[in-house]
């Protein structure tokens, strides 16, 4: 094991970008996009209503098609590691489980949306980001900071929210995109959309498939049980552990006159996942989301919209060909919201949500079934007066197991000379528990009462011609943390934690290059009595920095990325090390005409040897070649 009194250990390129983040009179720009573009972005999931990047009173990123098209990801979690306020830890690579930390919260502290529609599982609490596949999302919005009190529970970190493809130009149009690699990967997806005056129709597909890795390097001995990772028998798992994935999506909107407008959604991913265990190695998956919404727009100054929709989470896993257990979880939400334009400079929300929880499992040990409503009422007020904005917004919640939880947030912001602009808020929020939290038989605790959290920001941003600079500084405090305690094999409200962190980004635009910096520092302490008092809570490393750098040189496209993190605690205890890394990707696009473009990337150029999850193997160096046909 790695010296514990190392308290950062990083590679030459993880040096490099830390230093080179902070250098003054230096921005840093999107990957392979136009500064100037993205900051005129209309995004939604910030207040639930449109909103540009620049005016948003919240830390908003947007990663739209172009940027996921010239990027090296082949996954979503690839997509989002290293951004700024983000943490990935991932258990061994392309289709193995990917948790996500934001701003230093638990994992099931984000709340994830497909198209407005609720994500999830009721379960875990977790969003199976691995299953959610990359080349049917049209652009992607993030949003660090609590949102509870517009979306309720789960949003204690922050809101990313996936919007999935939809052409908007008028006739026939489509895609298509094959890529072969490392490790035999193999990646096909296509599209068409057809589109009239009043409406259109689209279809999507796409598959991937690869061998994978021997991910697992952990064993126990099986005569005393005492071991780590996945707890295997020694030398009994050295396969390879593949991943495989078939996905469609559909969707079809209209527009039956200029009030009206209904939309339509659906997307379905199946797939089957091996890994090492010695009581379950493999795994069937299904993600599942359907939705709708019907908007009616009576003048310029009223705006009603309802949306309903699905998402199901379904994984049955196995022990070889036998079946082990089963998790089928579904969430059902229903959201009825009025946007009332008061003047020109003001704006009245409100609305009600309804959500219902379920989950039914298949254990020959451990069966069980739950169940569990929320019905909520919001308003939130915007405005502008002057150089200033103003956001107030309220939420109350009646859960039907824990009660009334009211939330609220208020945020300011203020346009100084110069292209100087200044933010400021603060929020509540809260999270309720999981259903394994509360019912899991041997493993849980039905006194468990919900989170809450507290939450206050500063920020500076400063921009000018193709250029932005952008400080964020915040402090969440959370009480009634749900802790697991060892002794009692068994979660416990027991912690309470103090997150407080730095998030520095910088964008910069100059003719054909772009460039993109983000730099975090974070420090994440349990707060509760006891021996655990003042310790880091685990997964959340100190430091991490993402650099991207873009050039067009006529027909030809070139990139890097760097992604560096420090080193982590695994454990609660603070026992076990997980060293810090650094690795570097590259991407060369060759447009051979308007409709094609042939493109190969490298990732983990240097075949850096690492881990984000202690025990579990990330892949080495990996290669793609692909061809994309994508029309303009």
Known sequence: MQSR?????????????????PLPGIAFAADAANTAKDLDKVIVTATRTPATVDAALAAVEVIDRAQIDASSARSLPELLRGRAGITLINQGGLGKLSTLFMRGT???????????????????????LQDIPLAQIDHIEIVRGPRSSLYGADA????????TRRDTRTGTHGHARIAVGSNQLREASAGVELRGARGGVGVDVA???????????????????????????PGTHLDRDGYRNNSAGVHADFSPSTAWQLDARATRATGHNDYDGDYVDNSDIVQQTVGGSARWTPSQSVQ?????????????????????????????T?????????????LLTTGFDWLRDAATTRDPWSPFTARRGNRAGFVQYQATFGKQDLQLSLRHDDNAQFGGHTTGGIAWGMDLAEGWRVTASHATAFKAPTFNELYYPGASNPLLRPEDSRSSELSLTRSGDGWQLQANAYQTRISDLIAWDSSQFKPVNVDSARIRGVELTGDLALGDWSLRGQLSWLEARNQSAGTSHGRQLARRPTRSARLDLDRDIGDWSFGISGIAEAARWDDVANSLRVGGYGTMDGRVSWHLSKQWTLQANVVNAFDKHYQTSAWYAQPGREYTLSVRWQPE
């Open 5 to 21: 009194n190392t308290l950062l250990r990083l590679s030459p390129l993880s040096c490099t970008l830390a230093l080179a983040l």
């Open 106 to 128: 638990e994992s099931d502290h984000t709340l994830f949306l497909i198209d407005g529609v609720r994500v999830g599982s009721t379960t875990s609490g977790l969003t199976s």
């Open 156 to 163: 204690i970190g922050g809101v990313i929210q996936i919007f």
């Open 207 to 233: 598959h991937q498939s690869t061998a994978g890795i021997n991910s697992c390097l952990g064993d126990y001995n099986p005569a005393t049980w005492v071991g780590a990772g996945c707890f295997i028998v």
């Open 304 to 332: 009603v919209k309802l949306t309903l929709g699905r998402n199901t989470d379904d994984s049955a896993n196995y022990l070889g060909t036998v079946f082990s257990n089963r998790f089928v979880t579904t969430r059902d």
């Open 334 to 346: 229903g959201n009825l919201q009025a946007d009332l334009t008061l003047t020109q400079a003001q």
